[in-house]
């Protein structure tokens, strides 16, 4: 077991995941953290999160080609302009990937009152 053990964690480490990167437009009145897996030492990935602020447009890079984009925001200005829009602090809003799913899907929202719109290697927020 010992053997299959280290034979498991040297592929992994040689391995290299695949990379994928989106350009993201917060076309929304309200910031947004968009939060995707990126490897931060060979064979190893965690959860990092992108506070998006409101028109801005930044790329963000991914192992596995799927973001989620939420109001898990702990700044007390950015929270309060999250509220004073009519939101809530720590709500998500939906999920996306640069590449579809087998029903053409690119987007699922949780949020109905917000439009996940991807276009040419290009997804836009917007509410």
Request: glycine share 6%; with cysteine; charged share 15%.
């Amino acid at each position: 077991m010992g053997n299959f053990t280290q034979l498991h964690n040297s592929q992994l480490a040689n391995s290299k995941m695949s990379s994928y990167s989106i350009i993201f437009i917060n076309s929304s009145n309200i910031p947004v953290n968009v939060e995707t897996w990126q490897s931060y030492k060979p064979g190893f990935s965690k959860l990092k999160e992108n506070l998006i602020n409101p028109n801005e447009t930044v790329t963000i890079p991914s192992d596995n080609g799927e973001w989620y984009v939420d109001t898990f925001i702990y700044d007390s200005i950015l929270c309060k302009q999250v509220v004073d829009a009519g939101y809530n602090v720590a709500m998500q809003i939906g999920k996306f990937r640069d590449s579809p799913c087998a029903q053409g899907d690119y987007s699922w929202l949780i949020d109905d009152r917000f439009q996940l719109i991807f276009h040419n290697g290009t997804m836009t927020l917007s509410n």
